[in-house]
């Protein structure tokens, strides 16, 4: 019997087995979660944002992966009736400089396939009247927003009906080419592994024999909620990001529900679960996780010390709401807010370049593939990138 395991239930693990599953190549697809649920963290820990694909560079896997992704979630969204949004977003400018750079973007999503357009400052009222601009602004009509709770419930569905088998509370800890071990001694015997384990697919990889040039650094995302549902805006309103980094700026979002959101942060974490000060720590990586983050920043490699001191003023409340606040007519002070469920954003750190890994990466040996930095818009890219990672698999496989 032919057996292809997955390690790790996310989105990127399920719509992997799901798309190997058409591919009828593996008599058996068996997925092993750590946890007692599948999708309990990015899956569902995300904003809910279907991204467009403009901010990636034409030579990288986002580029390729997220435009596609788009039309594919969006088709599947409504296909199973989830909960969506059909909001478009906004990309405002605040200076001169951010516009020099919204102009990149314009580009770089012309190039990537995406439905995109770049407006003067005076139609920005017919998009969203409550939005301010310096100069120009960008208009992204496909940006909506989904439920990931409703998302990840129909794609569970879909495992079942496909009769891919699914084994909960298993912790893959060390193995080889043949067999992985558990925490519990239980051993699984495969003849090909993928890993799709997130913010554990570095470790997964490394107990596999994989040498790696790479080490994890999260990134805490923190949002605000608003208590009530909120009709103030049509769509989405994002910053011009700092596109040396991968993170994206304080914007305001609008759910599949209609409840906004302000946020996130980009707060250094010390592990890939740590959504609370000492909750989800993990003794096997957070040490390394802190000593990382310290050589950072007394080098400031990647400017992490700028970073780290913007970051950390969010943990207050009111400075989220400032931030916003530069982006919108309305005074956001005026709306009752509340802290929501936190996202860990598992990056990771190239040693040898010293700079934060911009793409996703996937990296392979005889019979293994392993999918690291899988990093937003990891959600919105799943089913185009577990294509792409199907036919990985077979041609690996079958060669």
């Known amino acids: 019997m032919k057996r292809i395991i997955v390690v790790g239930g996310g989105i990127i693990g399920i719509t992997t087995a799901l798309e190997v599953s058409k591919r009828k190549i593996f008599d058996e697809i068996l997925i092993l979660e750590k946890d007692n649920e599948l999708g309990s963290h990015a899956t569902v820990r995300n904003s809910g944002v279907i991204h467009a694909g403009f901010?990636?560079?034409?030579?990288?896997?986002?580029?390729?992966?997220?435009?596609?992704?788009?039309?594919?979630?969006?088709?599947?969204?409504?296909?199973?009736?989830?909960?969506?949004?059909?909001?478009?977003?906004?990309?405002?400018?605040?200076?001169?400089?951010?516009?020099?750079?919204?102009?990149?973007?314009?580009?770089?999503?012309?190039?990537?396939?995406?439905?995109?357009?770049?407006?003067?400052?005076?139609?920005?009222?017919?998009?969203e009247e409550n939005a301010k601009t310096f100069e120009s602004f960008l208009w992204s009509p496909n940006t909506w927003s989904a439920s990931p709770k409703e998302v990840l419930e129909n794609l569970k569905e879909d495992i079942k009906s496909q009769g891919i088998k699914v084994l909960k509370n298993?912790?893959?800890?060390?193995?080889?080419?043949?067999?992985?071990?558990?925490?519990?001694?239980?051993?699984?015997?495969?003849?090909?592994?993928?890993?799709?384990?997130?913010?554990?697919?570095?470790?997964?990889?490394?107990?596999?024999?994989?040498?790696?040039?790479?080490?994890?650094?999260?990134?805490?995302?923190?949002?605000?909620?608003?208590?009530?549902?909120?009709?103030?805006?049509?769509?989405?309103?994002?910053?011009?990001?700092?596109?040396?980094?991968?993170?994206?700026?304080?914007?305001?979002?609008?759910?599949?529900?209609?409840?906004?959101?302000?946020?996130?942060?980009?707060?250094?974490?010390?592990?890939?679960?740590?959504?609370?000060?000492?909750?989800g720590l993990a003794p096997s990586l957070s040490s390394d996780i802190l000593l990382t983050q310290l050589n950072c920043f007394i080098h400031n490699n990647f400017d992490f010390r700028k970073l780290a001191f913007q970051e950390?003023?969010?943990?207050?409340?009111?400075?989220?709401?400032?931030?916003?606040?530069?982006?919108?007519?309305?005074?956001?002070?005026?709306?009752d807010f509340e802290w929501y469920t936190p996202g860990i954003r598992p990056q990771l750190y190239n040693i040898i370049s010293k700079n934060l890994e911009m793409d996703f990466i996937i990296e392979s040996s005889e019979n293994q593939l392993h999918i690291l930095n899988s990093i937003s818009p990891a959600w919105t890219c799943s089913l185009k990138s577990s294509q792409y990672i199907a036919d990985k698999i077979i041609d690996l496989y079958l060669k």
Do not use: M, W
Request: with cysteine; charged share 25%.
């Open 55 to 127: 901010y990636y560079t034409e030579d990288s896997k986002k580029a390729e992966f997220c435009s596609e992704g788009n039309n594919l979630l969006r088709k599947y969204c409504l296909e199973k009736n989830i909960t969506i949004n059909k909001c478009g977003k906004v990309v405002v400018t605040k200076n001169k400089f951010d516009e020099e750079t919204l102009s990149l973007l314009y580009k770089r999503g012309l190039n990537n396939g995406v439905e995109l357009e770049l407006f003067e400052k005076k139609q920005l009222y017919k998009y």
């Open 170 to 279: 298993v912790e893959v800890v060390k193995g080889d080419e043949k067999k992985v071990f558990d925490s519990k001694g239980n051993s699984y015997d495969y003849d090909f592994l993928v890993n799709c384990a997130g913010g554990y697919s570095l470790n997964i990889a490394k107990v596999l024999g994989l040498n790696s040039k790479y080490k994890i650094l999260p990134f805490k995302g923190l949002y605000l909620k608003s208590k009530e549902k909120c009709y103030l805006y049509k769509t989405h309103i994002y910053p011009v990001p700092n596109i040396k980094q991968p993170f994206l700026g304080i914007h305001t979002t609008l759910t599949a529900d209609n409840f906004l959101k302000l946020g996130p942060t980009a707060v250094p974490a010390f592990s890939p679960e740590n959504y609370s000060l000492f909750r």
């Open 312 to 335: 950390v003023k969010y943990l207050c409340k009111q400075n989220i709401i400032n931030e916003a606040n530069k982006l919108t007519n309305i005074n956001l002070n005026e709306i």
